[in-house]
């Protein structure tokens, strides 16, 4: 039998298929006791060396996929914007053609191109797992956002299940990379926030993707009238870098914050998840981040299973 020789990587969340996110979500559910110390660290990746090659900042990202790394036996390599040869220009294909020639087995990149990912893919010999690209997509936050949503509900299956994202999502590939997994898992995914940040048109997202039993998309501005029928509230973060402000409207926090208030008015059983960093008590209350309907910990505890599970994956050690 041919070996299969084809180099792996994780560009994206949109069109993988049900089979394909079941199949990473149940690799990152069996590491998670790896996570947690109570079982042994592997060596499965022993020998090899992940380059994470970080040109957008990062705290959660950055550490988890080399907590990932470093759990499975392998070497990791640092490189970020401000100290690497992208200040000076270089373009990000030189940078990633650089690294990728010094022998390393996977690169981890974050960049502000929206598609970085893919195009780096398409230039390098080793594995490309894509830790947020521009806009367009952050495929292991979305697998940890559907993770944290499986294991707290005890089952995989998300049929029906009524999910709000809310806030800045024109901005964002966090809620890109979600609606993808968590539609094709069978959730009905509300986009919710103001029409400056959250347009019409991108309930158009999921057009082109089959898929029996898809979860609906679609968009709403009005979050109050919303919450006595989410299961899952996912705040986003106001993204000030990226429109510097200008399309976030003045009562933004008196409309579309997750307050005590609001929370105090969600289901029963209703979770609130935010995939940091947190701007407190703007689009979301201290108060309800750090009470008892929050999974916000629990997105972080599953992201380096979730990145455990990717590098398995690509790397061909799965
Ligand atoms: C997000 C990102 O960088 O896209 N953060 C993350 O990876 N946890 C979201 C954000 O910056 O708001």
């Avoid at 009238?225 to 009562?251: N, Y």
């Avoid at 609001?262 to 008590?281: E, I, K």
Wanted: glycine share 12%; aromatic share 2%; proline share 3%.
């Amino acid at each position: 039998m041919a070996l299969e020789t084809r180099t792996r990587h994780l560009l994206a969340l949109r069109g993988m298929t049900g089979e394909q996110l079941h199949c990473l979500l149940d690799k990152a559910a069996d590491l998670l006791p790896v996570v947690d110390g109570d079982v042994a660290a592997s060596d499965s990746l022993d020998g090899r060396i992940i380059a994470n090659l970080f040109l957008e900042n990062s705290t959660r990202t950055r550490c988890s996929f080399s907590v990932a790394a470093q759990r499975l036996g392998a070497g990791t390599v640092d490189l970020v914007g401000s100290t690497s040869s992208a200040s000076k220009g270089e373009t990000l294909l030189d940078t990633a053609c650089n690294v990728a020639a010094m022998g390393v087995d996977a690169i981890v990149l974050r960049c502000s191109e929206d598609g970085g990912a893919s195009m780096v893919a398409a230039e390098v010999g080793c594995s490309v797992l894509n830790a947020g690209d521009g806009q367009h997509e952050h495929p292991t936050q979305g697998l940890l956002d559907a993770l944290a949503i499986t294991q707290h509900l005890g089952t995989k299956d998300l049929t029906g299940l009524q999910v709000g994202i809310v806030g800045d999502i024109a901005s964002s590939r966090v809620a890109r990379s979600a609606v993808f997994a968590l539609t094709t898992l069978g959730a009905h995914v509300t986009l919710i926030g103001p029409p400056s940040l959250v347009p019409d048109a991108l309930a158009s997202m999921c057009d082109g993707l089959e898929g029996a039993g898809r979860g609906h998309l679609c968009v709403a501005h009005d979050l109050d009238s919303l919450l006595g029928q989410l299961d899952v509230v996912m705040m986003l973060r106001i993204q000030f870098e990226r429109h510097g402000g200008d399309s976030v409207p003045d009562d933004y926090r008196a409309k579309w914050g997750l307050t005590e208030d609001r929370a105090q008015q969600l289901r029963d059983g209703a979770v609130v998840m935010h995939p940091g960093p947190v701007n407190r008590d703007l689009e979301l209350d201290s108060v309800v981040c750090d009470g008892p309907r929050s999974l916000v910990l629990d997105q972080v505890r599953g992201g380096v299973a979730v990145r455990m599970a990717a590098l398995l994956d690509c790397l061909g050690a799965g």
